[in-house]
C-alpha cells in the first residue's frame, strides 16, 4: 500500500484544491489562531491521515514475560502510516508544520482484530516565505497547542515532529506455586518489575531515537500512555510520545509573567 | 537489572543519548529555562509489590473472625473498640465493632514508593542532574493476581556551569511558575514526601444500623440527626496517622503543596477501609522574604 499511499483519495484533492485557493479550515481555537499569527504563521487547512491495520495475533508464552516485537512492529507501523499520510497532506498544501496532531485509535464493531489510526491537526506556513520544513525536508509536526507552539517559539526552540516509541509487552502469569510461595506476604517481585521498567525504557529509547534522527536536541511534553486494547490484561502497549525539538536561536523573548489576581467570581 | 540497583541496563542506554527528552509541558518547560534550569531527561522508577490478597488491597493477616479481635495481629498504633450498648445476643446482631490501623498496608505501600523513588533518583544521579522536577506518581492494578505497580517519575534538570552533585539530587511535585514562585519567595526545594495510613472500620451494631438507614426507630436511642460516632473518629484518626508519618519525614523542614486525597473502600456491609494519601512537598528557606511585587487585577474579556 506503500505506492498508494502517496495517492491521497480524490475526494482529498479535492479539498485542498478548494484550500489553496486561500480558504482553509481548522480546528484551532479562536485564541490558538491569533497566536499562531502573532508568531509569523497562517493556518492552511485541517489535514488528516488514517491506516486501518489488522493487527494480527501473536502467542505469548503463559509464564514468560517478553516483548510481542511482531504486535510493537504492528502498532508501530499503522501509526506511522497515519503519520506519514497527514504530512503528505500537508505538503500538498505546501505547509510548513503541522500542529496540534492528535493520534487516536478506533476499534470498529465490522473489523475484528482490525483498528483505525488517525492523525489530525491543522497544517500551518510561514508568512516570510522562509521554509521551515525539518531535517528530513517534511513538514514539521507537533501535538502542541497554539498557546504552547507560541510559549516554545519564544524560548528559542522550533518544533521538528511528533516522535514516537511503542513496545508491546506481556507479562507473565504467575503460577500456582509461584503464588503460594509468596502467600500472606507483602513482597517486590523484582521480575515484574523488570519487564514492566524494561517495557518503558524500550518505548522511550525508540522515541529519542526517533527525535536523533530528526537532528533534535530534545523533546518536550513526553507522555506514556499504557493501553490493553483488546488483548486482555496481560498483554500491555507502553507508547510514548512527545515534541522533538531544535534549538534555533538563543534569544529567549519570554517575557517574565507577571503576579495577576483575576477579579472574575 | 543488576540486583543492587533495580533499574535496567536499558535504562542507561537512553539516558547516555545525546538528545534530552522532558514530561514538562512547553510552559513548565519555558519557567524552568527562564529559572537557570536545563532539563536533562525523563526519569523514571518503577516497583512492582504482591499484596496478600487477591481480591482486595487491605486484607491483610487473614483468618481472622468476629470473635477474635483484628488489632492483636496488626500492631498498630490505634484502636479503638465499641461495645454494644443493648445487651442483645443473636448471630446478626454485632456485640462489638472496632476500628483499627493496618501497618502492613502502610509497611507495603512505603517499601513500594520507596523503591520505585530510589530508582527514579538513581536515573537522575547517572546522568548528573542537580534536581527532578514535575514529580507525578501513581499505583495502578497488574493483571487479576493481587499485584501493584508504583510508579514515579519526574524531569531531571541540571544548573549549567554548575558541578556535578555530590549528594543525590532534590526533588519536587512543583514544576513551572509554581516552582518558580517558591524560589522567588526565598525556598529551596529538598526533596518530595508522601505517606499512606489505613484504618479499618468494623462497624458496631450502632453504627451498622446508622449507616443503613434502617432500625434507626428500634436501635437508636431518637430519631433526630445523629453523628456517627464511629466513622469521624476513624476518619480522623486516619489523617491523623498520615500528616504524623508526613510530619516525621520534615526534618525540620517546611512543607509546601500539600495534596491529600482521601480513599474509601467497603469491602462489605459494616467493613470498610479508609486510606488517605498524603503529598507535599519538602521546602528550606535559603534566603530572607524578599516581598514579591505586587499583583495586577484582571478581568477576563469572555
Not at chain 1, 17 to 44: A, C
Not at chain 1, 166 to 172: R, W
Not at chain 2, 170 to 196: C, D, F, H, M, N
Request: glycine share 10%.
Amino acid at each position: 500500500m506503500s505506492e498508494e499511499a502517496s495517492e491521497l483519495a480524490r475526494t482529498t484533492e479535492h479539498r485542498l484544491e478548494e484550500l489553496e485557493k486561500g480558504l482553509f479550515t481548522s480546528d484551532l481555537s479562536v485564541n490558538e489562531f491569533l497566536l499562531i499569527k502573532e508568531v509569523g504563521f497562517h493556518p492552511v487547512g485541517f489535514v488528516m491521515g488514517s491506516s486501518i491495520y489488522h493487527t494480527g495475533i501473536q502467542t505469548r508464552k503463559w509464564g514468560q514475560s517478553q516483548e510481542l516485537t511482531k504486535l510493537t512492529e504492528a502498532m508501530y507501523n499503522a501509526r506511522e502510516l497515519a503519520m506519514t499520510r497527514m504530512e503528505e497532506e500537508a505538503a500538498e498544501l505546501g505547509a510548513d508544520g503541522v500542529v496540534g496532531v492528535r493520534l487516536d485509535v478506533n476499534y470498529y464493531e465490522w473489523g475484528k482484530d482490525a483498528a483505525e489510526f488517525i492523525a489530525v491537526g491543522t497544517a500551518v506556513k510561514a508568512e516570510d516565505g522562509v521554509s521551515r520544513l525539518n531535517k528530513l525536508g517534511k513538514p514539521f509536526t507537533s501535538d502542541l497547542s497554539g498557546q504552547d507552539f507560541w510559549t516554545l517559539l519564544q524560548t528559542g526552540y522550533m518544533p521538528q515532529g511528533l516522535v514516537m516509541g511503542t513496545c508491546v509487552y506481556h507479562i507473565a502469569h504467575r503460577g500456582i506455586g509461584q503464588t503460594l510461595g509468596t502467600t500472606g506476604q507483602n513482597v517486590e517481585l523484582p521480575n515484574f518489575t523488570q519487564a514492566l521498567y524494561e517495557a518503558r525504557e524500550l518505548a522511550m529509547t525508540r522515541m529519542q531515537d526517533e527525535a536523533t534522527q530528526l537532528g533534535a536536541t530534545g523533546i518536550v511534553g513526553v507522555r506514556l500512555e499504557e493501553k490493553t486494547h483488546q488483548w486482555g490484561s496481560h498483554t500491555i502497549e507502553f507508547l510514548s510520545l512527545g515534541t522533538a525539538v531544535s534549538k534555533t536561536s538563543d534569544d529567549i523573548t519570554l517575557a517574565k509573567p507577571i503576579t495577576i489576581i483575576s477579579l472574575d467570581n | 537489572m543488576t540486583e543492587q540497583s533495580g533499574v535496567p541496563d536499558v535504562a542507561e542506554q537512553r539516558l547516555s543519548a545525546s538528545s534530552f527528552s522532558s514530561g514538562l509541558s512547553v510552559s513548565d518547560f519555558a519557567a524552568c529555562l527562564d529559572m537557570g534550569l536545563e532539563p536533562v531527561g525523563l526519569v523514571q522508577g518503577f516497583c512492582a509489590v504482591r499484596t496478600t490478597s487477591s481480591l482486595n488491597f487491605g486484607n491483610g493477616p487473614a483468618g481472622f473472625t468476629r470473635s477474635t479481635s483484628p488489632y492483636q495481629l496488626s500492631s498498630g498504633d490505634y484502636v479503638e473498640n465499641y461495645q454494644c450498648p443493648h445487651g442483645m445476643v443473636s448471630g446478626e446482631h454485632r456485640m462489638w465493632g472496632q476500628n483499627y490501623q493496618q501497618p502492613w498496608i502502610e509497611n507495603t505501600w512505603r517499601q513500594g514508593f520507596t523503591n520505585a523513588f530510589t530508582r527514579m533518583v538513581k536515573e537522575a544521579n547517572t546522568i548528573g542532574a542537580h534536581g527532578v522536577v514535575g514529580v507525578l506518581d501513581n499505583v495502578t492494578r497488574i493483571g487479576q493476581e493481587g499485584v501493584l505497580e508504583f510508579s514515579i517519575r519526574g524531569t531531571a534538570v541540571r544548573v549549567p556551569k554548575l558541578p556535578a552533585p555530590s549528594s543525590g539530587p532534590w526533588t519536587t511535585y512543583l514544576a513551572g511558575q509554581r516552582l518558580a514562585k517558591i524560589i522567588e519567595a526565598g525556598y529551596v526545594p529538598v526533596s518530595i514526601v508522601a505517606a499512606v495510613s489505613s484504618v479499618r472500620v468494623w462497624a458496631s451494631c450502632i453504627t451498622e444500623y446508622l449507616m443503613e438507614g434502617s432500625g434507626m426507630t428500634m436501635w437508636a436511642q431518637n430519631s433526630d440527626s445523629v453523628e456517627v460516632e464511629q466513622i469521624v473518629s476513624a476518619r480522623m484518626a486516619a489523617r491523623a496517622l498520615v500528616r504524623n508519618s508526613v510530619r516525621a519525614q520534615l526534618h525540620g523542614d517546611q512543607l509546601h503543596g500539600v495534596e491529600l486525597n482521601i480513599r474509601e473502600h467497603e469491602f462489605a456491609k459494616g467493613d470498610l477501609e479508609i486510606q488517605p494519601v498524603l503529598r507535599g512537598n519538602r521546602i528550606r528557606r535559603f534566603k530572607d522574604f524578599d516581598p514579591l511585587p505586587a499583583p495586577r487585577l484582571t478581568v477576563r474579556l469572555s
